[in-house]
């Protein structure tokens, strides 16, 4: 079964960047749907962006639309999201995830990562 490993988390001033990386290994990644979720404290994890297979079709949640890029490079394994114009907000931890099947929501992705911290400071 695929391992994802984040990387890229950290304390930002708003307003500033962050490029956040998933690593994949033990699986075929071209065969997943993936996704960034995000956590922050007391609240429930919620979707934050998600790409197909191919790349060639990608959603952002409404509060990210503008300011975060997905993306992903299946040559290597990996999963992007470049943060940009960051809130206070946006302070969460963030976690990359995929699927076998069609999933949207957190209960449908069948893998995760351990999540990377990501602080916006005001």
């Known amino acids: 079964q695929v391992q994802l490993v984040e990387s890229g988390g950290g304390l930002v001033q708003a307003g500033g960047s962050l490029r956040l990386s998933c690593v994949a290994s033990?699986?075929?990644?071209?065969?997943?749907?993936m996704a960034w979720f995000r956590q922050a404290p007391g609240k429930e994890r919620e979707s934050v962006a998600q790409?197909?297979?191919?790349?060639?079709?990608?959603y952002l949640a409404h509060s990210v639309e503008g300011r975060f890029i997905v993306s992903r490079d299946n040559a290597k394994n990996t999963l992007y999201l470049q943060m940009n114009s960051l809130k206070p907000e946006d302070t969460a931890v963030y976690y990359c995830?995929?699927?076998?099947?069609?999933?949207?929501?957190?209960?449908?992705?069948?893998?995760w990562g351990q999540g990377t911290q990501v602080t916006v400071s005001s």
């Open positions: 995830a995929a699927d076998t099947g069609f999933g949207f929501e957190p209960d449908e992705y069948d893998y």
């Open positions: 790409i197909t297979r191919g790349g060639g079709s990608t």
């Open positions: 033990r699986g075929r990644f071209s065969s997943y749907r």
